[in-house]
C-alpha cells in the first residue's frame, strides 16, 4: 500500500461534533495526519480530491449472520457498497462453526467446534470487510445438548461453558443468545445467566434477540436486562422492535426500561435496520404445539406424513402467528420456489390454487424451510426507534453478491435508509457517531470508529445529501447511491468508477 492524500473533503470523525473542511493522509493501513483543507502538501502520494464531499468513519454493522458467508462471497458487495467497513456476525444465538460447519462441504468443515480455527479461516479468506464474531447460545446448546428441551446436566453445562470460554479467550466478540429461536427457547434465564458470567470483567457484551419482540416484550427486555447484569453489565439488544398492532402502544415503556437501565450504570445500547418487514424462516409461522418441533425435525414429518400436513394446515388456519397477506417469501434453497420470491403468501396460494394455510405448508413440506419477511411493525414507531440517541444501525442480513435477487431489501439497503430515516430528527454528525464511534467502543474496536491519528484508515467518500439506496423486495440488491470510494485498512474496497482497482483488505478483529 502506498501514501494517500484525501483533499477538500467535509471531515465528520465519528466524534460526534460538527464537521470541518480538511485534508486528511493516510499511509499503509492507518490515519496519519488531518489538518485544515489546503494545509497538507505531500509529494509522491496518491491525491484524491475530495471535491467538497463527505469523509466518514466506515460504518459497522452490528448485527449480522455473515459468519457462513465470509469466505464464500469475500468480495462482501452487499456490505462494502454502502459504506460498511465492519461486520459483527454470530448474532441471535448462531455460530456456525459450532453447528452448519460440521456438514460443510468447503473449508468451514475443518472449523467444526473450534474458534480458533474459524478465526483462521476468515483470515486466510482475506474478506473485504473487517469481522468480528459473537459466541452464540443457541449454537452451543445445540453442539452440546441438540434440540432436547430440557436444562442442562451438571456436565452440559461445564461443557457449554467451556466452549464459550475458549471463543472468548481466542478473540469472540461477546455472547449472542437468540431466546425468540430453537432451541434458545428452551432455556431458562438462570442458564444464560450462567454462561453470561463468563462475560464479567471483559467488558463484552451480551447482545440478545429477546424472548418475544410482541406479547411478553416488556418481560423479554426486563429478562435481557437481567442476564446482562450476571455478564458486565453491557447489553446489545438486537433489531429493536415492537410486532403487532397490539403491541405498538408499548414503544415509550421499552425506551423507560432502557433509559432506567442506562441511568443506572449500564452500557445499554439497540439495533434496528430501517424497514418493518422482519426476516426469519418461514417457519416461525407456525403456532403450538408445532413451533417446538426443531426445523429439520418440522420439515421431514410435513414431507412424510400426509395427516401431519392435515394438522399443520388446520392449526394455521386458526393460529398462524402473523397474518399470510403480511409474510412475503423471500428465499429458498430448492429453485421451484423461486416463482414466489417477493410475493406474500396469499399471492402465492393463488399461484397454487389452494389456500394460503396449504401453501405454507407445501412450502415447508419441500424438506427446508424458505426465508420470509413477517411485515408486522409500524412505521411510526420505526421513526422513533432511529431517533433514540442509543440506537446502532444493524443489518440482520449476511454477506450478499451483487444481483442476489433472493434476499430482504436491508442487505444492500440498511446504513444509508437507516441515515435518512435518523436524521430526520438528529444532526448529521449524530447519525454518524451511531453508525461509527459508538458501536466500536461497544465492541471493543480498537482504534476503528474514528477519523483520527492512528486510527485504522477505515473510510467512506460520499454524498450524504444524496445518500440513499432504493431496494425494495422486488429488486433487493440495488447499489446504494452517493458513494464515490470505501476504504478497509487503507486499501480500496469499492469505487463507484469500475476502472478503480480494488482490494480485499479486511481482517478477522480478534477482541482480547
Given at each position: 500500500m502506498s501514501e494517500i492524500l484525501f483533499t477538500d473533503v467535509k471531515l465528520y470523525d465519528g466524534s460526534g461534533r460538527p464537521p470541518i473542511m480538511a485534508d486528511v493522509a493516510v499511509k499503509d493501513d492507518r490515519i496519519v495526519e488531518i489538518a485544515e483543507s489546503g494545509k497538507l502538501n505531500k509529494t509522491g502520494v496518491e491525491v484524491v480530491d475530495?471535491?467538497?464531499?463527505?469523509?466518514?468513519?466506515?460504518?459497522?454493522?452490528?448485527?449480522?449472520?455473515?459468519?457462513?458467508?465470509?469466505?464464500?462471497?469475500?468480495?462482501?458487495?452487499?456490505?462494502?457498497?454502502?459504506?460498511?467497513?465492519?461486520?459483527?456476525?454470530?448474532?441471535?444465538?448462531?455460530?456456525?462453526?459450532?453447528?452448519?460447519a460440521k456438514k460443510a462441504s468447503?473449508?468451514?468443515?475443518?472449523?467444526?467446534?473450534?474458534?480458533?480455527?474459524?478465526?483462521?479461516?476468515?483470515?486466510?479468506?482475506?474478506p473485504a470487510v473487517n469481522a468480528v464474531h459473537l459466541c452464540g447460545h443457541n449454537a452451543l446448546r445445540v453442539h452440546v445438548m441438540g434440540y432436547e428441551n430440557r436444562p442442562p446436566t451438571k456436565d452440559e453445562m461445564c461443557r457449554m461453558k467451556e466452549l464459550l470460554d475458549d471463543a472468548l479467550k481466542n478473540g469472540a466478540g461477546g455472547m449472542s443468545s437468540g431466546l425468540y429461536y430453537l432451541p434458545?427457547?428452551?432455556a431458562k434465564t438462570e442458564e444464560v445467566c450462567e454462561l453470561a458470567s463468563l462475560l464479567k470483567g471483559t467488558g463484552k457484551p451480551y447482545a440478545?434477540?429477546?424472548?418475544?419482540?410482541?406479547?411478553?416484550?416488556?418481560?423479554?427486555?426486563?429478562?435481557?436486562?437481567?442476564?446482562?447484569?450476571?455478564?458486565?453489565?453491557?447489553?446489545?439488544?438486537?433489531?429493536?422492535?415492537?410486532?403487532?398492532?397490539?403491541?405498538?402502544?408499548?414503544?415509550?415503556?421499552?425506551f423507560g426500561l432502557i433509559e432506567k437501565a442506562r441511568a443506572e450504570g449500564m452500557n445499554v445500547h439497540a439495533d434496528r435496520y430501517p424497514y418493518i418487514y422482519s426476516s426469519t424462516s418461514l417457519r416461525m409461522i407456525v403456532p403450538a404445539p408445532f413451533k417446538d418441533i426443531d426445523t429439520e425435525t418440522l420439515c421431514?414429518?410435513?414431507?412424510?406424513?400426509?395427516?401431519?400436513?392435515?394438522?399443520?394446515?388446520?392449526?394455521?388456519?386458526?393460529?398462524?402467528?402473523?397474518?399470510?397477506?403480511r409474510v412475503i417469501v423471500v428465499n429458498s434453497p430448492f429453485k421451484e420456489h423461486r416463482q414466489y420470491f417477493g410475493k406474500n403468501l396469499v399471492e402465492i396460494s393463488e399461484m397454487m390454487k389452494c389456500s394460503a394455510a396449504e401453501a405454507t405448508v407445501a412450502l415447508l413440506a419441500a424438506g427446508n424451510s424458505p426465508s420470509a419477511a413477517y411485515g408486522w411493525m409500524c412505521e411510526e414507531n420505526l421513526e422513533k426507534i432511529l431517533a433514540r440517541p442509543y440506537v446502532v444501525c444493524g443489518?440482520?442480513?449476511?454477506?450478499?453478491?451483487?444481483?442476489?435477487?433472493?434476499?430482504?431489501?436491508?442487505?444492500?439497503?440498511?446504513?444509508?435508509?437507516?441515515?435518512?430515516?435518523?436524521?430526520?430528527?438528529?444532526?448529521?454528525?449524530?447519525?454518524?457517531?451511531?453508525?461509527?464511534?459508538?458501536?466500536a467502543v461497544k465492541f471493543q474496536l480498537e482504534k476503528r470508529g474514528r477519523i483520527a491519528p492512528g486510527y485504522f484508515?477505515?473510510?467512506?467518500?460520499?454524498?450524504?445529501?444524496?445518500?440513499s439506496c432504493k431496494v425494495d423486495f422486488g429488486h433487493p440488491s440495488y447499489t446504494a447511491e452517493g458513494v464515490e470510494r470505501v476504504y478497509v485498512n487503507g486499501a480500496l474496497a469499492f469505487a463507484a468508477d469500475p476502472s478503480l482497482k480494488r482490494e480485499r483488505n479486511g481482517r478477522m478483529l480478534r477482541i482480547r
Open positions: 475530495g471535491k467538497g464531499k463527505d469523509l466518514v468513519p466506515g460504518f459497522i454493522d452490528v448485527h449480522t449472520h455473515s459468519e457462513s458467508t465470509y469466505a464464500r462471497v469475500p468480495t462482501s458487495d452487499s456490505c462494502i457498497s454502502q459504506g460498511v467497513t465492519t461486520d459483527i456476525s454470530g448474532n441471535c444465538g448462531s455460530s456456525y462453526y459450532l453447528t452448519g468447503d473449508g468451514y468443515k475443518d472449523c467444526y467446534g473450534s474458534f480458533a480455527a474459524f478465526a483462521d479461516y476468515i483470515e486466510k479468506s482475506r434458545g427457547s428452551f440478545t434477540h429477546i424472548r418475544s419482540e410482541s406479547d411478553c416484550l416488556l418481560e423479554a427486555i426486563e429478562e435481557a436486562i437481567t442476564i446482562a447484569k450476571a455478564g458486565d453489565g453491557n447489553l446489545e439488544i438486537s433489531h429493536l422492535k415492537t410486532s403487532g398492532p397490539k403491541n405498538w402502544g408499548k414503544v415509550d415503556a421499552v421431514t414429518h410435513l414431507k412424510e406424513s400426509a395427516e401431519y400436513r392435515k394438522e399443520l394446515t388446520a392449526a394455521l388456519e386458526t393460529g398462524a402467528v402473523t397474518p399470510f397477506g443489518s440482520d442480513s449476511s454477506n450478499r453478491a451483487f444481483g442476489d435477487n433472493a434476499t430482504h431489501p436491508r442487505a444492500f439497503g440498511t446504513c444509508p435508509n437507516f441515515f435518512r430515516i435518523a436524521s430526520k430528527n438528529n444532526p448529521y454528525e449524530s447519525v454518524i457517531r451511531r453508525m461509527t464511534a459508538i458501536p484508515a477505515d473510510l467512506v467518500l460520499l454524498d450524504l445529501d444524496n445518500y
